[in-house]
Nanobody, 119 residues
């Protein structure tokens, strides 16, 4: 099982980045997908979620209207489009896959990608 994030980097305030997370080794379309982030000295925060078919999404209040989560179940990839970036968005961003079946939770994490918003 692998979740491989990409697309992070250094961007100026107000700029945009698009993160990708490529999944392999499991049935991607059976899993809800999440993006989390962790800033230095802080706990991990759920940023955005998308359902298995992509029909339902949810966002943290701090990113609503600026970030968009999407997925491609043919390419086994989930995306996070981040616009109007702020310094407070600086963090390591993690991709997370989760499925609950018969009371058992199956979940996987990516290794993370650094996003730095700075002038």
């Amino acid at each position: 099982v692998q979740l491989v994030e990409s697309g992070g980097g250094l961007v100026q305030p107000g700029g945009s980045l698009r993160l990708s997370c490529a999944a392999s080794g499991f049935t991607f379309s059976s899993y809800d997908m999440n993006w989390y982030r962790q800033a230095p000295g802080k706990g991990r925060e759920l940023v955005a979620s998308i359902s298995r078919a992509g029909s339902s999404t949810n966002y943290a209040d701090s990113v609503k209207g600026r970030f968009t989560i999407s997925r491609d179940n043919v390419k086994n990839t989930v995306y996070l489009q981040m616009n109007s970036l702020k310094a407070g968005d600086t963090a390591v961003y993690y991709c997370h896959a989760i499925r609950v079946s018969f009371g058992r939770t199956y979940d996987y994490w990516g290794q993370g990608t650094q996003v730095t918003v700075s002038s």
